[in-house]
């Protein structure tokens, strides 16, 4: 008959444990049956050990109640395949300008290798995946984006065509809803078929923003490669609404790349998201410590 040991050492890890436990347990409660809508990308994505830290957490999200949907970006590794085959990208605002053959390698990377990539992370993890794209089920018809630049030398304005870029235009959440009602946890591409019958790529923030908006999730995760919002100081600002955050952009604390992932937010928040959240998604099990810890993580913004 096997005995158990016990040293201070483990009796203290057990009860931090069992601690950590009941202080989650209030948020299990109120979000059981609840939606969370989770952007996952970056370089992370390349990293083995994130990639199974994230999916632990998805399938914990899972297990205890709550219906993770999981949409996930690609940038790194669009541009990877373009420079193999020879493909030079340009960018307006960050935004890829992609033509026919661009999209084609775009669509490629996206709904096959890096979604089905993701969905066998969670299938390992214990979770049951399944991989689409905006174009399955109708989830999202996309609509044309053009962007204006201004010109430095002459301070003219002209409109700039990126192709086969769009953004959600209208979203379906059926096939979603249906994979949810089966025990699934949808991972979803951020590709979509548009009105005139082309295939547009769509930033996965936006993707990600208008999705959650859609079926009223109770969160947006928005994983990055910062701490949050920072302020002029460089300290973690936790809780902002849209009036601080267009404060912020204003006084120029907030710019470059945080501009767009907090206009999503503030557009999910003010269509039928309850919160959305900025953070850092390097950091192992942020998600978790952001939702079921009293101390957080990252910036939550709320309408």
Partial sequence: MMTKTRNSE?????????????????????????????????????????????????????????????????????GDMLTRLGVESTFVDGLRVTDEATAKVAEMVLSGAINKELVGWLSNAGGKAIGISGKDGGLVTARKVSRTTRDPESNIEKLVDLGFVGEPAVVDTK???????????PVIAPIAGGEDGATYNINADTMAGAIAAALGAARLFLLTDVAGVLDGEGQLLTDLDPSEIQKLRDDGVIRGGMVPKLETC??????????????????????????????????LVHA
């Fill in 10 to 78: 483990s009796d203290a890890a057990g009860l931090f444990k069992a601690e950590t436990l009941i202080e989650a347990l209030p948020y299990f409660q109120r979000y059981a049956g609840r939606t969370f809508v989770v952007k996952y990308g970056g370089h992370a994505m390349g990293e083995p050990q994130a990639a199974r830290d994230f999916a632990e957490d998805i399938v914990l999200l899972k297990a205890v109640g709550i219906n993770p949907v999981v949409v996930h970006g690609g940038g790194p590794q669009i």
């Fill in 175 to 185: 096939v979603i809803d249906t994979a949810v009602a089966a025990g699934m946890i």
């Fill in 266 to 299: 503030v557009s999910a928040v003010e269509s039928g998201c309850e919160a959305a959240v900025v953070l850092d998604g390097r950091v192992p099990h942020a998600m978790l410590l952001e939702f079921f810890t009293a101390r957080g993580a990252g910036t």
